[in-house]
Structures are given as C-alpha cells and as structure tokens.
C-alpha cells in the first residue's frame, strides 16, 4: 500500500544538527544569541521594529497583553472558531472574552463586531486562522474608530501578508512555534511590534521584570527561550520561502482538482490577502456523497490523514460557558463551519502526486 499521507510533517536536516551541537557546545543553552538572531531575522521577515521570543504561542498572547497595560476590566473582541489558546490567553491576562461571529473566510467578520462591542472593549483579536490573513482594513478601521488596540493571533500565518504587509505588523503580533506549525522550535513563540515601548515592556515582562540584574522594575515572569529552541528555528527560517511556496503550489493543486465537486467548498483567498496554507480546509456541505466525518474515515482507510480543525466554536466547552470572563456570545457560520470544516494534508513534504493522490481519493469518495 502507499505511504499514509500525514496531516503534518517537520523536515529538519544537517543544518538543524549543525546549528543545535554548536549550541550544545558552547555551554549557553538558555537565552543567548542564537535567540537574539532568531528575533532579527523574524523581525525582518515580518517588517517590523522588534520581535521578541517568548516560551510558547500561548505565553506570546499573554504577554502582548500584558504589555498594552491595560486597564481593569477590560474586554477583547476574538473569533470563537480557533485553538482554545486564543481565549486562555485572555482570561489568564485578566481580561474578559467577547466573540464576534467569522466570515465566510473562516476569520473574524468585521461585521460582527460592532454588536458585542461595549466601551469596556480595549483589544480587537482577529486569528489569521489556517494562515490566511483577517481582514485587517476593515478590522483596523473599527479599532482606530474607537482607539481600541489590535493585537494578531497569528500563530499560524508566519509569513502571510495583505498588500504585501506581513500579519504581526498591523498591531501586536503573537506567533507560535509548536511542533505542527509552518516555523517551529518543538515549543516556542515569537510577539513583534513596531512600538519602542511595548518591545521594552515584553522583555522586561519575559524576564521576572528586571533590566539589570535583582532590579525588578515592575512584575515579571519567566517568558524565555532558549538558544537550543532558535537553534532549531534559525535554518527554518533560511528556506521558508521554498517551504510557504511548496505549500502554495500543493494548495493550488488541491483546489483545481477539487473544484465542482458536489457538497464541497474549497478554500478562497481573498484578493490581496497572501496565504501560507498552514492547513488546507474544505467544507463538506449537505449536498455532499458523503458527510464529513465519513469522508474522513474513507480518506484513513486509503492512506491519507485528515483532521478537523475544530471541532466546536470555544464556547462549545463547559468551562468557556461557565467562567466568567468568558461570554458565550453565539455565533451561528462558526458553529456551521465546525460541522462541516475538514484539513486535508498540504505541507511542504508533499510533492505533486502526493497532491494529486488526495484530490483522486477524496474525488472518488464523493462523485
Ligand atoms: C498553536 C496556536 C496557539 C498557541 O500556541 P502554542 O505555541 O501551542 O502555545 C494559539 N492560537 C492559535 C490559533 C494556535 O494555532
């Protein structure tokens, strides 16, 4: 039988080694010069002033927060169709959640907003979902309309750009680099900002609030990277373009060949929005042969991993329903989208029959 097709796959090479033995080495395996590096490079690849490494995607999203030093009880206005992470963040920042409803593009509809915001809202916290950008026009015209911040949960769009602008660039920017992600460390994040004060603020927030050593200038934690993690990411970073242009091209492959197939709706790419296919999701609609779950099953059974991302709206789950910093605002095209959304392997380790194999399989399963 042929090779399963993963739903994910991490290619690292010699130049991984290399770079991790020269860390072990040295003897610094904590935060050092490999992750300044890794910070630079990341900076420039988004176009921004400063990118600072934190310990996890998570941990970025806190700490943007954070670092806007915001008041109280303030509010932040997030899409209920993304990784529970978005949401914790929040509450672990002591803000409370608000959802407005996606769009057909699987990310926050600009006109859903308005109807849960209050003027307690201080943060607007679009998710590039998959890796394709939000609409951050649209989104960064209401923000600056009522003097909120923005800050990206973009930890699966490194690289993604509107107009040519990098996402992490249109407000405070929060990446991560899990294992699964298009750049990953095994665990790690990047925050990015053009902002002076708030790059100072994250790495005061990062390392237990100190400057100079056993001067803890306001409250810190321990947000660090280590140099052996920037070891891993640094080559990544070298043939990203190749990586994101292979994802594209697999991308391209799999629309063309799943166009017109009955019940199924492939993914769109809004004009001037630049996507880095960190998943390929389609919907399986009533009008299908099969429904999603079956499809699923049927692709398993050839050879090919698919996944649901996500199963429910994050309202979906008890504890969101019963915190308290949590409002369950409903939102009916994310509770459609989780029904019917289904990933379909896309990364870079695919080469073209791989692509052509999916599109063969998932075409004779449902016509
Ligand atoms: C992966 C992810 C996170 C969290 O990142 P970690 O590095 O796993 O903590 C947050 N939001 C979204 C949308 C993600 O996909």
């Known amino acids: 039988m042929a090779q399963t097709l993963s ?4 290619q690292l090479g010699a130049a991984e080694e290399r770079s991790v033995v020269e860390v072990l080495r040295s003897g610094q395996l904590a935060q050092g010069p490999k ?29 943007a927060l954070q670092a806007l030093r915001l008041d109280g009880d303030f509010e932040v206005i997030t899409s209920p169709f993304t990784f529970i992470a978005t949401v914790s963040a929040v509450v672990a920042a002591g803000g409370t959640v608000r959802f407005a409803d996606v769009a057909d593009d699987f990310t926050l509809d600009p006109g859903c907003v308005e109807a849960v915001r209050t003027p307690r809202c201080a943060v ?23 003097g909120i911040h ?11 750009a509107i107009d040519g602008r990098p996402v992490g660039s249109f407000g405070t920017g929060c990446f991560s680099l899990y294992a ?44 660090r990277m280590t140099d052996l993690q920037a070891a891993v990411g640094l080559p990544q970073l070298d043939r990203y373009d190749e990586t994101v242009r292979r994802r594209r091209r697999n991308a391209a492959i799999l629309s063309e060949g799943l166009a017109g197939v009955d019940g199924l709706a492939v993914p769109g790419v809004p004009h001037g929005r630049s996507h880095v296919w960190h998943q390929y999701t389609v919907r399986v609609g009533d009008g299908a042969r099969l429904g999603r779950d079956a499809l699923s099953a049927g692709l398993r059974e050839r050879g090919i991993e698919s996944r649901v991302y996500y199963p429910k709206p994050v309202y979906g789950y008890a504890w969101c329903r019963h915190h308290p910093a949590v409002r369950a605002d409903r939102a009916p095209v994310a509770e459609a989208m989780a029904r019917e959304v289904l990933s379909l ?16 399989e998932v075409r004779g399963l449902l016509t």
């Open 150 to 160: 923005v800050v990206e949960d973009a930890a699966q769009a490194h690289g993604a």
């Open 124 to 146: 607007l916290l679009p998710v590039h979902l998959y890796g394709l950008p939000a609409d951050m026009g649209a989104l960064g015209t209401i923000a600056q309309r009522h």
């Open 35 to 63: 992750v300044e590096e890794l910070e630079h490079r990341f900076a420039k690849l988004t176009q921004v002033a400063h990118a600072v490494a934190v310990s996890n995607g998570t941990v970025a999203l806190i700490a």
């Open 345 to 360: 392997p896309v990364h870079a380790g695919l080469s073209d029959s791989d692509a052509g194999r999916i599109v063969d």
């Open 7 to 10: 739903i994910s796959h991490v």
């Open 180 to 223: 699964t992600k298009n750049l990953t460390t095994g665990e790690g994040g990047l925050v990015t900002t053009d902002r002076d004060d708030v790059a100072e603020r994250l790495r005061l927030l990062r390392n237990h609030g100190m400057r100079n050593r056993y001067e803890y200038e306001v409250l810190g934690y321990n947000y």
